[in-house]
């Protein structure tokens, strides 16, 4: 007997909520085993609302001690209460205050949603649907109401005590050796940002003057022992602070701003209302224990996480379908921070190439939806990819189709209009619609269709009338579920490229509307005449990656070096590389799967060098234009019968020949960026590392008699964990002398740093090889490094292996996908969330080959088969094997 799948919740089936609760004031009692909770909700019935409709309030694992209605108690006829409900019979027709008692057990929360215990801290996580395991209510984004939260707890034990707003009170409660503090927050929110913490937490605070000059009280708190690893993430806060100020218009509206970092956390961050709660992974670093990388998340994220004060929070959404609302734009929010920060292209690229190697395998594979779904089973398995990040290329789409300013206003329009609302997706379009005076009813397709709509492309040149055709296509291949796909707007912005490689100005004229350099494609075929072209231009098309498309074009090899050497948008020129890289990738791989000599082509292998020579690109972006195409990403450009071990004999093969190639280049490339004098985190420093160790990456397999030794060196003088971290990885995946001396140096070097150890835990896995296995298999098993209960740590040993080692993870003899469905049904007894999201990481099994998609789908009937999962689990099982 297999478990139930949960019902489906369906868009159009919304309906306003039936009361509003205006008013809450809890008052919690912590013990570690038995905290109580008192709610005085003050309850309205909704003008349309018949008399005499029951309230139900929604509840998860609760238990009722006392009901009362105006300070009497309740009669037990008026009510039932069960772990999942309340049912209030016939309430008043006029306001009324109801005061509900439940006792929760924090200790035994194992799936980190509503309140828990991190290493001793009380915390909570609300979003989207822990609240109801705090207390009853009618726990949905569009009930919104003014929080006054009582927190009281032992003073030994909790010290620090924080809840979401302003501080209104503090005090000790006699003789019970308990305190209490009483925090009130002014603006209206749905549960989903309660947030509470009470723990023994060091506390480290600053401030910040808004532009109006409103002086704000900031403060990270933290474990003891970390206090000194919270100052990049303070400054990334104040960054943010004034960014939005600055380009946005968005000030701060508390008196204090508290971030909170707990080691046991399902997710990254939460935007709680005034107390961001957050994974310690983004805020804890010092160059010891932090990469390069590390740094870019935790400003990254912080700022996302303070954004959503505006997006999210102010304004929020209607319902859990209009998640993308708040998601997507405060994901452009933050790219946008980061670009500013740093470099734009480079923050471009990072983006495209996330958005290819997870939100396009998603939109091509079972678990497809819109960036605005239709229905769902469990709402948490929708914070994907294609909500965030899809969600956010939508918003920089239409940040191309109505313009700059266009944009500026329609936004500055949502926060007047939709401040303190939860509204849907139509609000925010209808804001642009009436400040840019544009119809988006096409472009809003974007928000309905899943799939990523393919675009082909032909181009032609007639030299008599001196024109240059390009004729465009789009459409969406086949989503399970969704009906033939209706064109969308497309903005592609382009260039046409002179022999000189400048662009060239060219008149078009007939049926593709071109704003400036932005083509808005809008019908199924369309074809654009350039015209005034005696000799034919390279056409470089979806510069900027102005739409989340693929592009289907021959191009020449020779046009693709031409606009890898001079196209004049960074992206493009990027782009070009990567498809020069691609193309020969396809080709190797076919040649290993035919048993056919594979040779690589000298004119791919060549254009490293001239990349290594350009003096014209800064280091970050020379780095990123010196990476192959991950196997993943070969793997999906192959799209079906997918051989994981062929692939990566390719990528391997043609690493090895640029770098035998270029070894000279290469070991210039390092001495150039070679890094003097103390660690600085700062973006140029970031790059010249990123390139001295992708220069590295190469010249560890280019044959050259010192190449090992110099990874080894390099390993033991590292100044930094970004470098040491690169070298490990490459002593260990590479299989050079010393790696296993290199991971016990590291070992004892970290071994009291969780989070440096997840990366030694992530090392490990995603070595290629088979001996890699066992050893996941053994690490699990010691209790001394892996921890179950840690998200952090299954992330780091098993998320890695099943995403980030694709010839393992699909091992022909079955064991890479036994070892993940073993753990995804151990983990999903204590906490759905991880172990669904360790499933998806079956999402592309049918695209293997046959032998390995019969093996992963054996694994995956296992699961289905098991009588108790999750519905977490359960949701993302039977879409996958649907
Ligand atoms: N809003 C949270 C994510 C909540 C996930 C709930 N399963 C973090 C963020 O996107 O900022
Ligand atoms: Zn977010």
């Given at each position: 007997m297999r478990s139930e799948t949960a019902p489906a919740i369906r868009l159009e089936d919304y309906q306003p909520p039936?009361?509003?609760?205006?008013k809450v004031h809890l008052t919690v009692q912590l013990d570690p085993l038995e905290t109580i909770v008192k709610a005085v909700l003050s309850i309205v019935m909704q003008p349309d609302t018949a008399v005499g409709t029951p309230l139900v309030l929604d509840g998860d694992e609760l238990t009722l001690i006392s009901a009362r209605l105006d300070g009497e108690d309740l009669s037990v006829s008026r009510y039932e209460a069960a772990p999942d409900r309340f049912e209030f019979f016939e309430p008043p027709s006029g306001p009324f205050e109801l005061s509900l008692t439940t006792r929760i057990n924090p200790q035994s929360n194992t799936k980190l949603m509503g309140l828990y215990r991190s290493s001793g801290t009380f915390c909570t996580q609300c979003e989207a649907e822990g609240f109801r395991r705090i207390t009853y209510f009618?726990?949905?984004?569009?009930v919104l109401a003014v929080y006054t939260t009582r927190i009281e707890a032992s003073k030994a034990d909790c010290p620090v005590l924080l809840a979401n707003g302003n501080l209104a009170e503090t005090g000790d409660i006699e003789k019970t050796g308990r305190h209490f503090a009483v925090w009130h927050d002014p603006h209206p929110k749905p549960a989903y940002l309660f947030a509470l913490v009470a723990g023994h937490l060091a506390q480290v605070p600053d401030s910040f003057t808004t532009a109006s000059g409103k002086a704000v009280q900031l403060n990270i708190y933290v474990e003891h022992g970390n206090e000194h690893l919270c100052d990049w993430a303070m400054d990334s806060l104040k960054r943010s602070m004034r960014w939005d100020e600055e380009v946005f218009g968005r000030e701060y509206d508390l008196d204090v701003f508290n971030i909170v970092a707990v080691s046991d956390f399902n997710m990254g961050a939460m935007e709680n209302k005034g107390l961001n709660i957050f994974n310690d992974k983004y805020v804890l670093a010092d160059p010891e224990t932090a990469t390069d990388q590390d740094y870019a998340n935790i400003e990254a994220v912080i700022a996302h996480e303070y954004f959503h004060n505006w997006t999210g929070n102010r304004i929020t959404c209607r319902d859990w379908f209009q998640l993308c609302l708040k998601e997507g734009l405060t994901v452009f929010r933050d790219q946008e921070f980061t670009s500013d920060m740093r470099s734009r292209p480079v923050k471009r690229i990072t983006d495209v190439r996330l958005l290819k190697s997870h939100q396009f395998p998603e939109d091509a594979g079972p678990l497809a939806h819109p960036v605005r779904p239709r229905l769902y089973h469990e709402i948490n398995n929708f914070y994907t990819a294609t909500v965030y990040e899809k969600g956010a290329e939508v918003v920089r789409m239409l940040k191309t189709v109505v313009g700059e300013t266009g944009f500026r206003e329609g936004l500055d329009l949502y926060f007047d209009r939709h401040d303190g609302d939860a509204t849907t997706i139509e609000a925010f379009l209808a804001c642009f619609e009436d400040a840019a005076k544009v119809d988006l009813n096409q472009f809003s397709l974007w928000y309905e269709q899943a799939g990523t709509p393919l675009v082909s492309v032909k181009t032609r040149h007639d030299p008599k009338s001196q024109t240059f055709s390009v004729s465009l296509s789009q459409e969406v291949p086949p989503v399970p579920g969704q009906k033939s796909s209706k064109p969308a707007l497309i903005p592609l912005r382009f260039g046409l490229i002179g022999a000189d490689g400048e662009d060239i100005e060219a008149i078009s004229d007939n049926g593709v509307e071109i704003v400036g350099d932005v083509m808005l494609l809008d019908k199924a075929r369309q074809e654009v005449v350039f015209s005034g072209l005696a000799s034919p231009p390279t056409l470089s098309l979806l510069r900027g990656f102005s739409a989340p498309v693929r592009l289907s074009q021959q191009q020449r090899e020779e046009d693709l070096r031409f606009l890898a050497a001079h196209d004049n948008d960074p992206f493009n020129r990027w782009q070009a590389v990567q498809t020069l890289c691609m193309q020969e990738l396809l080709r190797l791989t076919g040649c290993i799967r035919k048993q056919e000599t594979a040779e690589t082509s000298d004119a791919v292998v060549e254009v490293f060098g001239s990349v290594l020579r350009d003096q014209n690109i800064d280091a970050a972006l020379k780095s990123l234009a010196l990476t192959l195409p991950s196997e993943a990403d070969i793997a999906q450009e192959i799209g079906k019968n997918v051989d994981p071990d062929a692939i990566h004999s390719a990528r391997l093969l043609l690493r090895k020949a640029i770098a035998f190639h270029h070894r000279t280049e290469l070991l210039k490339a390092m001495k150039d960026v070679a890094s003097t004098g103390a660690y600085s985190p700062d973006a140029t420093s970031a790059g010249n590392r990123s390139l001295a160790n992708r220069a590295l990456h190469y010249y560890a397999v280019s044959g050259a008699d010192d190449a090992a030794q110099l990874v080894w060196e390099q390993f033991t003088a590292a100044n930094n964990m970004t470098d040491r971290l690169a070298c490990l990885t490459l002593l260990v995946h590479d299989h050079l002398a010393h790696g296993d001396e290199a991971l016990k140096a590291y070992q004892a070097r970290h071994e009291k740093s969780s989070l440096a150890m997840d990366k030694w835990l992530m090392v490990q896995a995603t070595a290629p090889g088979p001996e890699t296995l066992e050893k996941v298999r053994r690490l699990k098993s010691d209790a001394q490094l892996y921890d179950v209960t840690n998200p952090n740590r299954v992330r780091a040993l098993l998320q890695s292996f099943a995403t980030g080692n694709p010839t393992q993870f699909a091992r022909t003899d079955g064991a890479g996908f036994e070892l993940i469905a073993e753990s995804v049904l151990e983990i999903d007894k204590r906490n759905p969330q991880v172990a669904s999201r360790l499933l998806t990481s079956f999402r592309s099994w049918r695209a293997l080959d046959s032998h390995r998609s019969t093996l992963a789908e054996s694994a995956l009937l296992k699961i289905s088969s098991c009588e108790e999962l999750s519905r977490d689990s359960r949701d993302i099982i039977d879409r996958t094997l649907q």
């Open positions: 039936a009361y509003r609760i205006d009618l726990d949905r984004p569009d």
